[in-house]
């Protein structure tokens, strides 16, 4: 009986989606789980659209409008923890943090998905040869959805080292920012060094209004629902002229995808202010290892799911495989804990740092 129960605990647990407990900075999570389901809406798209599924146009020009601000925001979000994760973890401790969180997810799943689709490349879309392995470290971008992991690294290990350059001081950094955007685009041949350039001035703006998002003040006055609705005017214009100007000036582009950015954080706001739609807060919850997962996930089921009357029904098998994504990256994210896999998502450098760091604050305390 009591192993009963204890199956039934397990699945429960499993295919949970309520959300992690009550946080005030619930906010952040609701951002997040926006972010990435726009995220894998854009990939479930791109995928059908390889294999040659005919798409309406409106399904295209939605993926693209949107496309703006849903990686900035990432960056921005993980800028407004740069100061905070150092106060808590220490210099040597944040930065070993994101090597096992960042860098080393990036290159073992990059190797994994790489050799997958060598192996499997009657099913996949993506044309891989032995080469590519050197694309993990030179071009990141031509290795899928992956980038993002290692964009952010690098953003992070260059702006901690200029920030004690500066002695902590914010303006240069943003001035280093807006230089490293004027040269993206001489720099767009190699992607490592496009991503950083392109994506530094989120995560230093992010940083620079820390204080400010996090004030009570703020939250309070982001709380409103007045926010969401006057910016919203200028959210939708600005998504539509960048449908249009794709390849427009970087420095208005920067400006067009904070504008999304400012929606979405003020809208994830309402949300939780409400706790409406509760899932998205753990889809945001788990937006890493959904970020990870859910190309392979939805390569396999599209590919069943191609050869089956869902085929003639290109809407519903969108929303169906961006649900099936998220769905079953959080599922066999939580399978692989379970089964103590979890070196598949985290490295294990310096742990034994950090627990000599959290029994030496606890004696103290």
């Given at each position: 009986m009591l192993t009963s129960m204890l199956k039934n605990t397990i699945i429960k647990d499993l295919f949970s989606f309520k959300p992690p407990g009550n946080d005030r900075l619930g906010w952040i999570d609701y951002a997040k789980g926006i972010a990435i389901i726009l995220v894998v809406y854009r990939h479930v798209e791109f995928g059908l659209k390889k294999s040659g599924v005919p798409l309406s146009q409106w399904i295209v020009d939605l993926n693209d409008m949107l496309y703006s601000f849903r990686m900035p925001l990432f960056f921005l979000l993980s800028g407004l923890f740069f100061e905070k994760g150092i106060a808590r973890k220490g210099s040597k401790g944040f930065l070993l943090s994101r090597v096992n969180t960042l860098l080393y997810p990036y290159v073992l799943w990059a190797l994994i998905q790489i050799t997958l689709q060598i192996y499997f490349s009657?099913?996949?879309?993506?044309?891989?040869?032995?080469?590519?392995?050197?694309?993990?470290?030179?071009?990141?971008?031509?290795?899928?959805?992956?980038?993002?992991?290692?964009?952010?690294?690098?953003?992070?290990?260059?702006?901690?080292?200029?920030?004690?350059?500066?002695?902590?001081?914010?303006?240069?950094?943003?001035?280093?920012?807006?230089?490293?955007?004027?040269?993206?685009?001489?720099?767009?041949?190699?992607?490592?060094?496009?991503?950083?350039?392109?994506?530094?001035?989120?995560?230093?703006?992010?940083?620079?209004?820390?204080?400010?998002?996090?004030?009570?003040?703020?939250?309070?006055?982001?709380?409103?629902?007045?926010?969401?609705?006057?910016?919203?005017?200028?959210?939708?214009?600005?998504?539509?002229?960048?449908?249009?100007?794709?390849?427009?000036?970087?420095?208005?582009?920067?400006?067009?995808?904070?504008?999304?950015?400012?929606?979405?954080?003020?809208?994830?706001?309402?949300?939780?202010?409400?706790?409406?739609?509760?899932?998205?807060?753990?889809?945001?919850?788990?937006?890493?290892?959904?970020?990870?997962?859910?190309?392979?996930?939805?390569?396999?089921?599209?590919?069943?799911?191609?050869?089956?009357?869902?085929?003639?029904?290109?809407?519903?098998?969108?929303?169906?495989?961006?649900?099936?994504?998220?769905?079953?990256?959080?599922?066999?994210?939580?399978c692989c804990m379970l089964m103590r896999l979890g070196g598949l998502f985290k490295g294990p450098f310096g742990e034994s740092v950090q627990k000599r760091r959290i029994v030496t604050h606890k004696t103290t305390i």
């Amino acid at each position: 009986m009591l192993t009963s129960m204890l199956k039934n605990t397990i699945i429960k647990d499993l295919f949970s989606f309520k959300p992690p407990g009550n946080d005030r900075l619930g906010w952040i999570d609701y951002a997040k789980g926006i972010a990435i389901i726009l995220v894998v809406y854009r990939h479930v798209e791109f995928g059908l659209k390889k294999s040659g599924v005919p798409l309406s146009q409106w399904i295209v020009d939605l993926n693209d409008m949107l496309y703006s601000f849903r990686m900035p925001l990432f960056f921005l979000l993980s800028g407004l923890f740069f100061e905070k994760g150092i106060a808590r973890k220490g210099s040597k401790g944040f930065l070993l943090s994101r090597v096992n969180t960042l860098l080393y997810p990036y290159v073992l799943w990059a190797l994994i998905q790489i050799t997958l689709q060598i192996y499997f490349s009657t099913v996949a879309n993506a044309r891989r040869s032995p080469s590519d392995y050197l694309n993990i470290l030179i071009q990141p971008r031509n290795l899928d959805q992956l980038w993002y992991l290692f964009a952010l690294f690098n953003v992070t290990l260059l702006y901690f080292l200029t920030t004690r350059l500066f002695g902590g001081r914010k303006m240069p950094q943003l001035v280093l920012a807006l230089i490293l955007l004027s040269v993206a685009p001489f720099v767009k041949p190699v992607s490592t060094f496009y991503d950083i350039a392109l994506h530094y001035i989120f995560f230093c703006i992010g940083n620079m209004t820390a204080n400010f998002f996090f004030s009570g003040k703020t939250q309070e006055m982001l709380s409103s629902p007045y926010g969401p609705v006057s910016l919203l005017p200028l959210f939708v214009v600005c998504q539509v002229y960048f449908l249009h100007h794709q390849q427009m000036n970087l420095f208005l582009y920067a400006a067009v995808a904070l504008t999304g950015s400012l929606f979405v954080i003020m809208l994830s706001f309402q949300l939780a202010k409400y706790n409406a739609l509760p899932v998205l807060r753990t889809f945001g919850h788990y937006s890493l290892y959904i970020y990870l997962l859910h190309v392979p996930i939805v390569s396999l089921i599209r590919y069943f799911l191609l050869g089956t009357v869902m085929a003639e029904y290109v809407t519903v098998l969108l929303v169906l495989l961006i649900f099936i994504a998220i769905f079953f990256s959080v599922i066999v994210y939580r399978c692989c804990m379970l089964m103590r896999l979890g070196g598949l998502f985290k490295g294990p450098f310096g742990e034994s740092v950090q627990k000599r760091r959290i029994v030496t604050h606890k004696t103290t305390i």
